[in-house]
């Protein structure tokens, strides 16, 4: 891409902050481009014309200045929609802004990551149409850990390959560890096969493809520790949005 580019792109608003007085910064993951930060000029006057395409969940095609290193612009938003859902409620709200968070982080600006803008879409999609979000974050986050540098071997045992005995999740193996070797990690996990079960599935399902997914409680529990453990152990990342997703869920209990 030149420096300077004038296009029509697809984009998924994921923040917005205030800039100067009337300013407003705005990140996107665009297909086009990677991800993206566009200076808004005037985007906090009052009756600014582009105000329902920079609303927080919204995502559609616009048209603008793409920028190889600065700021980019956006000229236009061309057709544009918002998550109703995920909007409205503030629950979905953090499980959405955590997810998006999450991408951000785990990928550099101004680099194409056609997978992932597939990916996010549909999860967002799938999440604003009332499947369970902790299902969809849980596989975001599974399916976000090699690009972290963390690639748990989920395929089988990552002593011996066996993939019919039960397993176990061992940190120190890196991934899942058979009943056989049990006996050489003290510290693994002790999950239920369950739970072992949906992490392996989880790590290959294809968002685009997925339909309703039903998940028990208890399960769900396990998984999020599982994945807690792993993100705070292995990847070492502590997010403000997942504390406040994690605070917003303790309101709840
Ligand atoms: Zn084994």
């Known amino acids: 891409m030149d420096s300077q580019t004038y296009m029509n792109f697809h984009g998924i ?6 800039f100067k007085e009337n ?6 993951l665009t297909a086009e481009a990677g991800k993206k930060m566009f200076f808004i000029r005037g985007a906090r006057k009052r009756g600014f014309k582009m105000m329902a395409d920079i609303l927080p969940f919204t995502y559609g095609t616009y048209s603008g200045k793409i920028n190889a290193e600065n700021l980019s612009y956006i000229y236009s938003g061309l057709d544009t929609d918002h998550y109703e859902n995920i909007s409205e ?31 996010l879409f549909a999860a967002l999609r799938l999440i604003d149409n009332g499947v369970d979000p902790e299902v969809i974050t849980n596989i975001c986050e599974i399916q976000l850990l090699g690009e972290f540098g963390v690639q748990p071997e989920l395929r089988g045992c990552a002593i011996c390959g066996r993939t019919d ?13 058979c009943q056989n ?12 096969q369950k739970t072992i079960y949906y992490l392996r599935r989880f790590s290959i ?16 529990q396990n998984l999020r520790m599982l994945l807690d453990k ?11 949005s997942k504390s406040f997703l994690d605070q917003m869920n303790d309101l709840r209990l």
């Open 230 to 240: 792993i993100y705070s152990d292995s990847v070492g990342i502590h997010l403000k």
């Open 205 to 220: 399902i294809d968002l685009n493809k997925l339909g309703n997914v039903n998940v028990n409680d208890n399960t769900k």
């Open 165 to 177: 005995l039960n397993f176990d999740y061992s940190e120190a193996y890196g991934g899942l560890i």
């Open 89 to 119: 409620d503030i629950f979905l709200n953090a499980y959405a802004t955590y997810i998006m968070s999450l991408v951000d982080v785990a990928f550099p600006d101004s680099t194409p990551i056609p997978h992932w803008f597939n990916q």
């Open 23 to 28: 300013d407003m910064l705005v990140k996107f």
């Open 13 to 18: 608003l994921l923040y917005r902050k205030n």
């Open 181 to 192: 070797h049990f006996h050489l990690d003290a510290n693994r996990l002790h999950l239920d």
